[in-house]
């Protein structure tokens, strides 16, 4: 990540920094916490991980844990057993309380290898109901300082499990930010993502996962080629109706104009099946976006996946034979409810 990012994002935690030194252990800011981390040891944990790993297994109901002001640096894995864990940010701004690590595909492991794709994740998120709000995480692997490592693949976020919630978080890194997996091809995982910030630059929100994006910024970063970057490389299984949904947002840029692509279908390991869906909605893109905004992604073409706009404005927005348009009645069977609601009724966009 370019160090100038990491700096803004830690901008202000001196000002927050106070809100350590309010309450016990379990209270903070005037609420009540069932597990509070903080840095200088004011709380219960000076680790998010530790936190996480003091949750008692099975959780039927929420435990929240707060997350005081400050930058929490190693891997954070939620394993499936931790269901239910809540981490609220404690500051007064999602850039307060930042959650974050530096590995990529690349780098090498301590006992040999390297981490591949999912193992460079900062975040890894395996247990399901699981709740983030007004976090920051990032993956903060330097590129310029690594020219050895070329699979520069390095994820912020990674999740697999069902029923998750971002409320006003950030995701910071370069390629592959957000990872929104599941446990098999088959398997369906939820997620959902409200006044979010995602920033990076190549097939930065990909995988099989299905997620809605409500309200959220979608920024491209300038990595000074052409093209810039892809924003999604979706790999919804073919069984899966419902793929990567982005609903009243805004897609941004450091990147110039017409440079950045809007996705490409990706296949792993060459999985026919893998039918990627990304549908843009009623949603603000600027004009770092070309005329034709999807490409293949090596042999496998991009008309063969399921992209599609409706009714999206601003100067990279356009209708044209190379974006497909959901109809009306397409449009009103692709929404935040049709893609999360399952067999459960799930609706947490409906949620205050």
Known sequence: MRRR????????????AGLAAQGGPARAGGHHWDLVVAADGTGDHTSVQAAIDAVPDGATSPVRIGVRPGTYLGQVIVPAAKTHVELHGLGHRP???????????????????TWGTSGSASVTVDGAGFRAVNLTFANLFDEAAHPEITNRQAVAVLTRADRLVFDRVRFL???????????????????????????????????????????????????????????????????????????HCRFTADAP????????????????????????????????IPATPWVDFGTWPWEDARFAEYRNFGPGAAV????????????????????????????????P
Do not use: M
Request: aromatic fraction near 8%.
């Open 5 to 16: 990012r990491f700096l803004e994002l830690s901008a202000g935690l001196g000002a927050a």
């Open 95 to 113: 850039s307060d309380a930042v959650i974050a690590d530096d590995r990529a595909n690349g780098t090498p492991k301590p006992g040999g290898g």
């Open 173 to 247: 890194a370069n390629q592959d930010t957000l990872y929104v997996n599941s446990t098999a091809a088959a398997v369906v995982a939820r997620s959902y993502f409200r006044d979010c910030y995602v920033e990076g630059d190549v097939d930065f929100v990909f995988g099989r996962g299905t997620a809605v994006f409500d309200r959220t910024r979608v920024h491209s970063l300038d990595r000074g080629s052409i093209p810039n970057g892809y924003v999604t490389a979706p790999s919804t299984d073919i069984t899966n109706p419902y793929g990567l949904l982005f609903q």
């Open 257 to 288: 104009d017409g440079t950045v692509l809007l996705g490409r279908p990706w296949h792993p390991g060459q999985d026919p099946n893998a039918i990627g869906a990304t549908i843009i909605r009623e949603s603000w893109i600027g004009a770092h």
């Open 320 to 351: 044209t034979p190379d974006r497909p348009q959901l109809t009306r009645d397409e449009a009103a069977a692709l929404t935040a409810t049709t893609h999360l609601r399952g067999t459960d009724g799930w609706a947490p966009h409906l949620c």
